[in-house]
């Protein structure tokens, strides 16, 4: 029997940055482990096609947009047999060799755990929040409308669990989907993102999923990387109606 790879990867592809995929790319190629990248590809022009040629990569045409919980739901039939772990990974991201190894060894030592995501910051090294407590309604009206982010401020400040020391690990509520490092068996037997959010707040969703299967989530700041973070529905109209739309969504499965 062909002995396991120790990881997979899946980025999910739409409108990216070639030089940000690139640098994303090179990062994954640098992790010293057995591993293979998936790049699902979203654009119904198949624009990243022969971009990225390497063994440890494998490009997969969708042709038309999906969404990103859909896009990477595409490899769970490939990876269940294959790799040990499973990582989500945002094109916009990159990091050190040693930030996945570590964290592998991390979600080892831990038998509770089913995902690990590490400390998150942006380019220029200002730490942004991607470990939250669970949404509340009036939280995220704050953090859309800025008009009333005075009043709600309290929510948004708890909600980012800027009440508690973020320099330590611990099992948070919700990790940020631009780096989520699983378990694969854990993976496929959550059967990945639920495919009714086509974009936004499906990482929200799988972390719920992940509590009802009686595992946990760690927050591992110890370990870091760097995101882009174009928080595109704060600036275009149809992302946040998408961000909306999926947020009512959360709320009608999960209750307010």
Not at 62 to 78: D, L, T
Not at 127 to 155: D, G, M, N, T, V
Not at 238 to 250: D, G, M, N, P, V
Request: hydrophobic content about 40%; proline content about 4%; some cysteine.
């Amino acid at each position: 029997m062909k002995e396991k790879l120790e990881l997979t990867v899946s980025i999910v592809l739409y409108n990216e940055d070639l030089e940000e995929l690139s640098q994303t790319i090179q990062s994954f190629l640098s992790v010293p482990l057995t591993k293979k990248l998936y790049l699902i590809d979203n654009t119904s022009e198949k624009l990243f096609q022969g971009v990225f040629n390497d063994i440890e990569i494998e490009y997969i045409a969708i042709g038309e947009n999906i969404g990103f919980g859909a896009g990477h739901n595409v490899v769970i039939e490939k990876i269940k047999n294959i790799s040990n772990f499973h990582l989500i990974l945002n094109p916009d991201v990159y990091f050190e060799k040693t930030v996945i190894p570590n964290l592998i060894q991390e979600l080892k030592n831990d038998e509770s755990l089913a995902m690990i995501a590490p400390k998150v910051l942006f380019p220029n090294g200002e730490h942004q929040y991607s470990c939250r407590r669970y949404p509340q309604f009036l939280e995220l009206i704050a953090r859309r409308f800025p008009i009333f982010k005075p009043i709600l401020k309290p929510k948004v400040f708890k909600g980012q669990y800027q009440d508690k020391d973020l320099t330590n690990p611990f099992y948070a509520d919700y990790l940020a989907g631009c780096f989520h490092l699983y378990k694969t068996d854990d993976y496929v037997k959550l059967k990945g993102f639920d495919e009714r959010y086509f974009l936004y707040m499906e990482d929200v969703d799988i972390c719920k999923k992940i509590d009802e299967s009686g595992k946990r989530k760690l927050y591992f700041p110890k370990e870091e990387i760097k995101h882009v973070l174009k928080q595109g529905s704060s600036r275009d109209m149809k992302l946040f109606f998408r961000h909306t739309i999926s947020a009512i969504k959360y709320f009608y499965k999960w209750g307010l």
